[in-house]
Each structure stands twice: as C-alpha cells, then as structure tokens.
C-alpha cells in the first residue's frame, strides 16, 4: 500500500467551510476581504482556522490570479543601514497592502545579482526594487520580456524608462564639498566606496570634483582612496591620508559609516575634529550623531523613498500604470565635525 502523501493530511478550505458551517466562497472572502464579511461570521471562521491549523494555498491562488503578491528586493549589502532604512518602509507598505517581499544581497557583486533577480523571477516576483541603475542591458531586456515591472532606488539620474524614487548623489555631494570651500577648505580628500559597478560612489565623487573645478581648483589634486564600506576602513584610509604633505584640512567620506572610522583614527593620531582636519558623512543616519563630534553630513530620505518605492511597484502590478521618476531632495545637516581650516592645520601642513 501506498504511503499516504504528507500533504494529504493538510487541511483544506472545504474543510474549513464544513467545521465551520459557512461556504467555501465565505472563507475565502474571511481570508481575502474580511471587511465584507460580518463580525460575528468573521470569528467564527477565523477560529475554525486557527484550530484546523488552515494555511491558504497561496500557489494555487497565483495560478489563479496570474499573480503571486511578492516582492523582490536586492540590496549591495546588508551590512549598510541605509538600506535597512529603506527597506523596512518598503516592506511596512508591502504588508499594508497585503504583498510580501524577498530579499537578497548581491554584496556589489554584478553576476550576483543578476542570479538573484533571475531566481526572483523563476519564484514568480511580480515586481522587483534594484539599488542603482549600473548593470548589464542585457538583465533589463529579461524583465522586459518577462513584463516584471522594476523600480530603481538611490539615484535619481540616468534613468529614462523605468519607475525610479531616488535623488541625485552628485548634486548632493557637490552642495557639501561647495559649503565646504566656502568655509575656506584648498586642500580636500575624499574616501569614497569602490566606484566600479557602483554608480552612486562614483556620482559622488564626480559631485565633489565639479565643486572644486567650480571654485578654481583643480579635481585632480584631490587624494582618492576607495575601500570598502566599513568603520575599519574608514579608520585605515584616513591614517593612509594623514601620511599626505601638505595634509587635507578636511577630508570627506562617501556615507556617514565610513566618516565614523575616519573621526575614530583622528581621535588615535592625537588629532582634534575640526581644530585639526574637518570630517563629512553622507546619508545621516543615527550614527552620524552619537560620535564625537557629531558629524555634518547629507540627509537622505531613505525611509520615504522606500515606502514611495513600494507604492510605485505596486502601482504597476496592480493598476498596470506607467514607469514614473520621483527625485527626492536632499539637504545638508551641519554639525560639529565641520569648521573653517585653523591655523594649527596651518601648522601641521608646513
């Protein structure tokens, strides 16, 4: 005799409808749209859940509706809070809305994350939220044809025929750099993330370099360090700046993290910030302010673009509307870690 299917035990709607002596059409609206059921139905079917321990059928229902309510998300890292920021407003409207989301994380790695949005696809997403518009044509050709709609997050330029809900980095950056050099800063460095396949990094960089080409000086004088993003790295590329002559007066960071690990190697060298050398971040998260000094770095809307994100998704799933660009603005936070080039900086560059 054949062995019973585990799954034969499981229960199933018409055994929910039978115990609890309603429809099946009424546990399925219990379950899907239980405002249009009465209170009185609603908790008798619910209960009749709970205790047959009902789970729905949610591949069937896919079939059904062509559709599986799930989100992709993939992410450089999970390492960076910025992105936690973000998507946790992504999935807080997701969940509002009866959708859910997978996540993966391709740590900056190209051929990575075009496995994981191809796997994405294969576990039936109906739409799929990507960092940065940097990737072979070749993965938006294969969502095309696929009709997954696709929103890009963290960039606001070079994006034409896909939803995007981002801002423009190197604007942003340059605004920085700009306050900077108006404060009197000649002599700036920047640590920035790798820029290769990152397009955020590099429109950073490019946003500093415009401000200083604006103001006379020259861009290519500016020491570059890219490192990967960490406190660590930070530290270790500041230590490697300070070893310049004439040193910075001021030396910017690509996100507040590495910013953090830049204050952290000043303090080791004996270095005050800002009497000594000036230090930015950039995306102010809560880190920037619980180091001394409290960093001044550029605010983004990480969690309000994760959640516009989410409704520009789901706009196009379920309202079939056309791709849209949303650019968020940024503004500059100014705190202790920035100051006008002292004459003890003077000193230490002679």
């Not at 050398?277 to 998260?285: A, C, H, K, L």
């Not at 180091?291 to 990480?302: F, N, W």
Request: glycine fraction near 8%; include cysteine.
């Amino acid at each position: 005799m054949e062995p019973k299917s585990p799954k034969s035990d499981l229960p199933t709607l018409e055994d929910v409808a039978r115990a609890a002596g309603v429809s099946t059409a009424t546990v399925s609206r219990t379950l899907n749209s239980p405002d249009q059921v009465s209170e009185g139905t609603r908790s008798r079917v619910m209960a009749t859940v709970r205790a047959l321990r009902y789970s729905p059928n949610f591949g069937a229902r896919a079939l059904a509706a062509k559709r599986t309510n799930t989100y992709g998300a993939v992410i450089p890292t999970m390492e960076n809070a910025i992105f936690a920021r973000g998507l946790e407003a992504f999935q807080k409207v997701l969940v509002a809305n009866g959708a859910t989301m997978l996540v993966a994380s391709s740590s900056y790695d190209p051929a990575i994350e075009e496995d994981q949005i191809r796997t994405m696809v294969a576990r039936g997403a109906d739409g799929i939220l990507l960092i940065g518009t940097q990737r072979d044509p070749e993965i938006y050709d294969f969502l095309k044809e696929r009709h997954i709609p696709v929103v890009i997050a963290w960039t606001g330029t070079g994006v034409t025929a896909l939803s995007c809900v981002g801002f423009d980095n190197e604007d942003a950056a340059g605004k920085l750099a700009a306050k900077a050099i108006g404060l009197g800063h000649r002599r700036i460095a920047f640590i920035s993330a790798y820029t290769r396949n990152n397009d955020r990094a590099r429109d950073r960089v490019a946003g500093v370099r415009h401000a200083l080409a604006t103001a006379g000086l020259d861009p290519c004088d500016m020491p570059l360090l890219e490192t990967k993003y960490s406190i660590q790295c930070g530290r270790d590329a500041f230590v490697e700046l300070m070893h310049a002559r004439p040193r910075p007066t001021l030396v910017m960071c690509g996100n507040d993290v590495l910013a953090a690990g830049a204050v952290r190697a000043a303090h080791e060298l004996g270095l005050d910030v800002p009497a000594d050398v000036s230090i930015t971040g950039f995306d102010d998260i809560e880190l920037a302010t619980v180091i001394s000094p409290a960093l001044t770095t550029v605010h983004v809307p990480h969690r309000k673009m994760g959640g516009l994100a989410a409704e520009a998704l789901l706009a196009q799933v379920r309202d079939n509307s056309a791709p849209k660009q949303t650019t968020l603005e940024t503004h500059i936070v100014v705190r202790q870690s920035l100051a006008p080039p002292g004459s003890r900086t003077n000193e230490m560059a002679d």
